[in-house]
């Protein structure tokens, strides 16, 4: 059995059917290591260094550099903070970090919202329900792999190659992801691992 099939089954849970519509709107919404490249941009951005940017949220040098380094997030809160004060700066990376803290611009109170706004901008500013994208990225490469170990004896590499990026491609459109969340999120898996010292 596919993972996304459990997922699903683990989504009807007993009782009435605004049962899993309630408990997900009262969860406690967690940042992820999407946060881990925002805070060093947001940082650069705001032309903090580490020092400046931990007594922003009056917590030490050391806090923002493990931050910046994935080995700690920030809380909601503070990543909330960081989106309004980097907003006059760089409103696409606010909407980052406003959609990493399970918000929009708008939910901020940074932006008005207006009829006539280009799909592209909406599209930035919206949050990602749950589950998060990390958990969905996952998903994907678990599809690539199965297409992967499926194809091992595929005519030829470049057709090996197309049916991995397929399956994977067609699981992305299945969760209801962008290409540029995909992109984003694997972006941020590849920085995270740069970051996290190797184990002897």
């Not at 907003?87 to 009829?115: I, K, Y």
């Amino acid at each position: 059995m596919r993972p996304i099939v459990r997922q699903s089954l683990a989504l009807r849970a007993p009782g009435p059917p605004h049962f899993v519509p309630q408990c997900l709107a009262i969860m406690p919404y967690q940042i992820g290591p999407g946060i881990t490249p925002l805070v060093g941009r947001a940082r650069v951005a705001l032309g903090l260094t580490q020092r400046g940017l931990g007594e922003m949220f009056h917590a030490s040098m050391r806090t923002a550099h493990r931050w910046e380094g994935g080995h700690a997030h920030p809380d909601v809160d503070q990543v909330q903070a960081l989106a309004r004060a980097v907003f006059s700066t760089d409103a696409r990376l606010a909407a980052e970090l406003a959609r990493e803290a399970g918000t929009t611009l708008q939910g901020l109170g940074l932006v008005t919202p207006s009829n006539g706004a280009p799909a592209a901008a909406s599209a930035i500013s919206q949050p990602r329900p749950f589950p998060p994208i990390p958990l969905m990225i996952d998903s994907i490469l678990l599809a690539a792999v199965e297409a992967a170990e499926g194809r091992a004896t595929a005519p030829t590499p470049q057709q090996a190659v197309r049916d991995i990026l397929r399956a994977a491609f067609a699981r992305a459109r299945g969760l209801g992801l962008t290409i540029e969340e995909v992109d984003d999120a694997l972006m941020a898996a590849a920085c995270a691992a740069k970051a996290t010292p190797a184990k002897r």
